[in-house]
């Protein structure tokens, strides 16, 4: 087998996933600035002192990075707005208190409250206290266990969290569902030539074909936009949490981090389900979905909103955060796309674009269902209730199966659909096609 080298990094980051090549030097220095910016106490340099000199900087070298690598990258994006969110929006030096926890292994499990020591640490004022509160809130970009001056999401700090048992025995049995429903979904778009050919999603199925095991022939009696819809969501969603869920399940497994840092103390990346039928597409990304960059993304609009003096709970105040959240989240998700992709009869703008549309039509779907909430209004409190869940999840299920497709145009030219996503198939074995994948 040949050992990884410095030459298949590059081959990763230029067709498969971008990222920063060691030679690029300005990406880090963007990296090492912020942190070096909140090391300095406020009373060397002011909160707009700080900002005017340490953000235009970061910028800048991230601007020639990003020149340098031919594309922008997830990372890089975060670290854009991350820097925006804690020089210029926020001024955590002043106004942020770490929430620190300390489990009493001395007192009863049972008596949750006193086992657990809890007191708020302000910027400390010594350095070498200061630099683990900057680098822990350097990677705490869900604030958890931070109070930040917002009162509705201070007073659920500290969060609760979990013991370890409950945590590795809730995270196991989720990862491996997860596990299941990613095989399940791969092993099917192997069967359906619009996964791999530029083909509508409405293509009818053939239905004599030969491809198709005797296990899904029935989806293939439902609509194809459905179906096929169905199969991306599920993908995005296992593979998602799996990528959320296996380093923090090894992390606790492992006992490598105290308690304090420790996964198994975190709210759950993901919310219930039941958001979904209550509040449609506002609950499917507002409670439902991950919110690993909803702080980061949804700031600016925070800024515009004070710098106009609206009330972000106002139309306007909460148009702004909903505009602000989508459009840098799919800002973000073109740093998914390399700078040479492996298919080359696709444009890699044409991928870039479908990639951001996917969430920047979400601001679309909000507004529509705002605006027919609005002209509905009293009347959807006589429907019964599970009635009226139903209607929101078909509807929300209709705007995904119009929506989801634009991800195919970039999935196709980055070939993930031609790599098996897991090595051990129970579904491919299933269908006597040997356990093994890879």
């Known amino acids: ?260 840092w420790s996964p198994h103390t975190w709210p759950m990346f993901f919310g219930p389900f039941s958001a979904v039928s209550t509040k449609g597409i506002r609950g499917l990304w507002g409670r439902w979905w991950h919110q690993t960059n909803r702080h980061i993304t949804s700031t600016p609009g925070r800024g515009l909103n004070n710098l106009l003096g609206i009330s972000s709970s106002s139309n306007m105040g909460f148009a702004a955060l909903v505009t602000s959240a989508f459009f840098f989240s799919g800002l973000t998700h073109i740093g998914l796309i390399p700078p040479q992709p492996l298919a080359t009869d696709v444009s890699v703008n044409e991928m870039r674009l479908h990639m951001g549309a996917l969430f920047w039509v979400q601001i679309l779907g909000f507004g529509i269902e705002l605006v027919v909430i609005g002209l509905l209004g009293k009347n959807t409190s006589r429907l019964p209730s599970w009635a009226a869940r139903f209607l929101t999840l078909s509807w929300t299920a209709a705007w995904l199966c119009m929506t989801l497709p634009l991800v195919t145009l970039p999935f196709r030219g980055m070939k993930y659909w031609e790599a098996y996503p897991v090595p051990f198939s129970p579904a491919q074995a299933l269908l006597g096609k040997g356990w093994f994948t890879w």
């Not at 791969?186 to 009818?204: C, M, N, R």
């Open 1 to 260: 087998m040949p050992s990884f080298n410095l030459q298949s990094y590059g081959h990763i980051i230029t067709h498969l996933s971008p990222g920063p090549h060691p030679k690029n030097i300005s990406y880090f220095l963007a990296v090492f600035l912020l942190p070096t910016a909140l090391l300095i106490p406020p009373s060397a340099l002011s909160h707009r002192q700080l900002c005017f000199l340490f953000l235009p900087l970061i910028w800048i070298f991230q601007v020639r990075a990003f020149s340098q690598m031919g594309c922008v990258d997830v990372l890089g994006v975060d670290l854009a707005l991350w820097s925006y969110c804690l020089l210029a929006f926020r001024d955590p030096r002043r106004t942020f208190k770490r929430v620190r926890v300390r489990s009493n292994s001395s007192i009863a499990e049972s008596d949750e409250t006193k086992k657990r020591q809890v007191w708020e640490e302000e910027y400390p004022s010594d350095l070498w206290s200061r630099i683990p509160w900057v680098l822990t809130l350097m990677v705490s970009f869900r604030y958890t266990n931070w109070k930040i001056g917002e009162p509705s999401h201070d007073r659920q700090q500290p969060c609760k969290g979990l013991t370890r048992q409950k945590y590795l025995k809730m995270v196991s049995i989720s990862t491996l569902q997860h596990y299941l429903l990613l095989d399940v979904a791969a092993a099917y778009l192997q069967t359906d030539p619009y996964f791999f050919q530029p083909i509508s999603i409405d293509t009818p199925f053939n239905l004599s074909t030969t491809e198709t095991p005797a296990a899904f022939a029935p989806l293939k009696l439902l609509p194809p936009r459905l179906v096929r819809a169905s199969i991306i969501a599920a993908q995005i969603y296992a593979a998602v949490n799996i990528l959320f869920t296996l380093p923090a399940l090894l992390a606790v497994a492992l006992g490598v981090l105290p308690d304090e």
